[in-house]
C-alpha cells in the first residue's frame, strides 16, 4: 500500500433546520442599499433543534449583512444546517447558505450575482458562537484492492472517505491521522493495511477537511494524535464505506480537553 504524507497550513442522527427565500430589498424604491440586520439571539436551551434553527439563521444573516455592507440593493439567501454532535456544552453544526445578490450601478443598470456557500463547521455553547473557516485538500493515496491491483468499479463508493479536523482553541494546532483498513475474515492474522499518514497544522478556530483519502469499500479505522508539551492526546474512531452522505465523514476535534472524534450525520445542503 503507497503511502503518502503532507503537510497543510491553514486556516449521530442529523437534525436539520432552513431558512427559504429570504429577500431584503433597499429603502425608498430600491434607492441605497439594504440594510444590515441583528444577528440570532442564541438560544437559552441548547439542543439538536435550537442549535440547528439558530445556526440556519445565524447563517442566512450573516450572508445577508456581508452583502449590504458592500451596498446591495437586493439579497435573497437561504440557509440550511445540520446538527452533528454535542459533548457537554459544546454543540456542533454545519451550516450552507446559498442565494442571489443585486447592486446598482450609478447609470441605474442592475447586475445580478450567484451566491454559493460551501458547507462550514459551528461550535455553539452557552458563552459563544464560534464559525470555523475551512481549508479544504484532497489526498491521492493510489489506494488498491487485497490483490494488489487496482480496486474493481464494485468495490469503490462515493462519496469517498473524508476526515474534518476542527481547532477550537485559541492557539495553533497540529494533528498527526493514520487511516488503516481494518482486516477482513479471510485475511484473518493479517497486518492492517494502512491507507494514508498525513500531518496537519491548524490555526486558531478553524478546520481543515482532508477528502477523498480512499473510496474502497471496506472498515476503516481513523486515528488523530496531538502533542502539547510533551503529553499526547488521541482520538480514534472506526468508520464503514460506504457512509455519511456528505464530504468529510467523520470530525476530529480539539478543544480544551484534548482530542475526541466523531461520525458525522448525512448532510443536505442548499
Known amino acids: 500500500m503507497d503511502r503518502r504524507a503532507f503537510l497543510l497550513g491553514v486556516g449521530a442522527t442529523g437534525v436539520c433546520a432552513g431558512l427559504a427565500g429570504c429577500t431584503d430589498l ?34 442566512e444573516i450573516r450572508a445577508h449583512n456581508r452583502h449590504a455592507a458592500e451596498g446591495a440593493v437586493e439579497v435573497t439567501i437561504d440557509a440550511v444546517a445540520t446538527f452533528d454532535h454535542a459533548s457537554g456544552d459544546d454543540h456542533y453544526a454545519t451550516a450552507q447558505h446559498a442565494g442571489s445578490v443585486y447592486h446598482e450601478n450609478d447609470d441605474g443598470a442592475r447586475s445580478v450575482g450567484e451566491l454559493y456557500g460551501d458547507p462550514v463547521p459551528y461550535l455553539v455553547t452557552p458563552e459563544r ?32 472517505l473524508g476526515v474534518r479536523l476542527l481547532n477550537v482553541t485559541e492557539e495553533a494546532r497540529e494533528l498527526a491521522v493514520t487511516v488503516t483498513r481494518r482486516a477482513t475474515a479471510d485475511r484473518d492474522g493479517e497486518a492492517e493495511d494502512r491507507v494514508a499518514d498525513f500531518d496537519v497544522a491548524i490555526d486558531p478556530e478553524t478546520a481543515v477537511e482532508v477528502r477523498s483519502i480512499t473510496d474502497v469499500r471496506g472498515g476503516y479505522r ?49
Not at 31 to 47: A, H, I, K, S
Not at 135 to 143: F, L, N, Q, S, W
Open 26 to 59: 433597499a429603502d425608498g424604491g430600491g434607492e441605497g442599499g439594504v440594510t444590515e440586520r441583528d444577528l440570532p439571539e442564541r438560544p437559552d436551551d441548547l439542543g439538536p433543534e435550537s442549535v440547528a434553527e439558530y445556526v440556519a439563521a445565524y447563517e
Open 129 to 160: 458562537t464560534l464559525r470555523l473557516g475551512v481549508e479544504r485538500r484532497a489526498i491521492e493515496t493510489d489506494d488498491r484492492g487485497d490483490d494488489g491491483d487496482t480496486a474493481s468499479d464494485d468495490e469503490r463508493t462515493s462519496p469517498p
Open 222 to 270: 481513523i486515528i488523530g494524535r496531538m502533542e502539547d508539551n510533551g503529553i499526547t492526546g488521541e482520538g480514534r474512531i472506526e468508520v464503514e464505506l460506504p457512509s455519511a452522505d456528505r464530504g468529510p465523514n467523520v470530525d476530529i476535534a480539539v478543544d480544551r480537553n484534548g482530542v475526541s472524534t466523531w461520525h458525522l450525520p448525512s448532510f443536505e445542503g442548499v
